[in-house]
């Protein structure tokens, strides 16, 4: 039997209840899992790259096929040095579904060997996503249900020291 | 017989034909219904509150059960305050709809005691965006309309003072 | 104040949990709200208007301000004769969106005093349809979660009867 | 290492060419793939069961991982029996996309140790349905690279068949 | 200078306001344009293909570049004979879109140098479906302002002789 | 017989290979075609407008009905200047379909006579978009297949230009 590796791709600006939805059932699908977050997207991030790893380490500690790593450049280039040939895509009922495709189609045309899978995230986080997360706590809105306890302390966190400078 | 009190919110930069369309009808629903200006969207607005604020009033003020206000911080700590428990808004056709629906579960998730409830926008504003008439406003198109003759006379001051400058 | 009257119509063949989230939800948008059961759409039913108007009664008989009725003919002349002004329709997230958007803006064509309001199913519902849910039944699976008991039991009597004949 | 099992479920009246792509690439992700053939859609098929299998058999003889099978009743009381623990589907750009996620909604509602996962089926697939292509077929129109060859003889003999009758 | 000649598909059972505007704004972009309609979809029609082209002709007759034919077959076998190089169709706001897609895909698929071009339905015909139309006649509704006079009359016609039997 | 005058604008940032096979095609259509760069967006290009115009320049010299030109202002306004009657777009079965609509929508609200045509790209360029191209592009991706061979040597230029200062 091969070895079943998947990459789970993003920028997790911060990771929410829905991208660990997603790692709980994905690692089941592959004999390993690496999250790879995304170092330098060219929209700023709330979380440092350093920052981003470390909650999704916290969040994830449980499983023992899941790694996480950063990565630069571009994501087929990272998935091939991997060995992997699998990427993993959640897909909310609500979602930037388009975007998703053109993603999927490119890395494709770039690099015939590696798939994209998708898998639907549950639909109780079906309205979560990092951008809305950011805009409630921002605005000092109860973060519960939406992320894992140890984002929501940084996101506190991190809204507080913004408005005291 | 429950006094309804219906909450249109919406950053309103600036109110479109296609707004009054739904706070004229809109208002039929309700006992009384107030026009909910968020005050600091992250995203600039062309027009100051104070400004947004006032063209609503002069467009609206031939309803009497239709008040205007601004408002800071969450939606629904504001419909809260206000006693109201629903908050209306317009779907065009041709709309940020995910966006809609995102927000609206998000709302519920964060209060459930409020409702979300849709209008459809008249087909002939399906295609009425604030964004849309700041950029024929500022290439010196025709907005008759678009936009009610206050809110005309205003973007075309607006952006004759920005290119004196 | 005026009276609100609402009017929630659909074939209803049979009534789910989804459409009973609505109906929980929208019955607080008015003073008195009306469950129209179409008599006798173009295609045919699993169960005849008797069974389906029944089966809704049974379902809503909590609700003080709300009453089930059938009606024929254009659903316009029904709310015109009701004196109702409102039609609510609820959105799944998944859903014959255009179709409820067709349908709404044909309905303010022939009678421009009738509005459509539409509310959004609870995400947990938004996978429920009459029409999935009658596969499952006939194919013997689990209705729980789906439609309330009373409905569940007449599913299987159906099935049952369908399969001896 | 587990044994990763996968489900391609399917009407297949006939098979196509999008869905031979689904099945080289998709068989790639798991130990062992079964084409699952759905025995008794209530929609009427132009090819009997015995049919389809036989005729995805034939084109999917290359593939060692590979097994074709029908079933009845529900989906996911198959996957279970087969001791599987993923079902695949393909995604078409232009798809029937809401029904898709409706499906997988449901499954996992009635079975939540079954994941669905999505793969996109190649652009030049992207507008070859079953449908059309019976149309084309009853039209006489040319089925080169929408279906194998194999296919393509059984449409013309059936159409054949059905004039001369 | 090329002579541009346009196909203008459908089945028009029957034709309507939306078809009529879609007429009226095409011609003007060939030097003769041809209203081409299906004879004997597989779906049963309401008006007979005599019916259906004489109600376009009559509706179409001050069109001096306009004709009406009814076609068989593969509509690009027809668009061949014709020496045409360019279908068109029009797009609802709310529409059956992704059904034109897959079309104008396969058609181009089966015929390289036959093109398929798109306008938009004026918004205020963007309900106005063949289908739609039929049911509002069905049930008595008023017909002003979906389909021409001459229609309104046949449909009615139609209707009453169905009760008649 | 008319002259049949199409303009193909957008801000071509840069030119695609999509947008060739739309020129490549579109142009079958009119006697003339122009081709319209739209000159200050008011999102910054990656290129200025005399080198989009001068790319476009060099992509489509082959063709003899087909120009090259900038423009500013209103595009309707544009389009009178040039006595053209019809605007040319590109459709993606991934794509802005939205904001096309909206757009065509707007354009015909202030000037009726003149018409918005739409034509799919091939699926083969489905995925294409010049935002994708440029962060291909700029993390040094291969662009083989997505711009002709006189944009992907800007492009390189370009963004080592950027990364030596």
Partial sequence: MTKHIGIYPGTFDPITNGHLDIIERGQKLFDEMIVAVAESPRKGTLFSIEERVSMIKTATKK??????????????????????????????????????????????????????????????????????????????????????????KKLKEKYKTQKSV
Same sequence: chains 1, 2, 3, 4, 5, 6.
């Fill in 63 to 152: 499983y023992k096929n899941v790694s996480v790593e950063s990565f630069k450049g571009l994501l087929i280039d990272y998935v091939h040095k991997k060995n992997a040939g699998v990427i993993l895509r959640g897909l909310r009922v609500i979602s930037d579904f388009e975007y998703e495709f053109q993603m999927a189609l490119t890395n494709r045309k770039l690099a015939h060997d590696i798939e994209t899978v998708f898998m639907m995230t549950k639909e109780e986080y079906a309205y979560v996503s990092s951008r809305f997360i950011k805009e409630i706590a921002r605005l000092g809105g109860n973060l519960k249900g939406f992320v894992p306890q140890n984002v929501s």
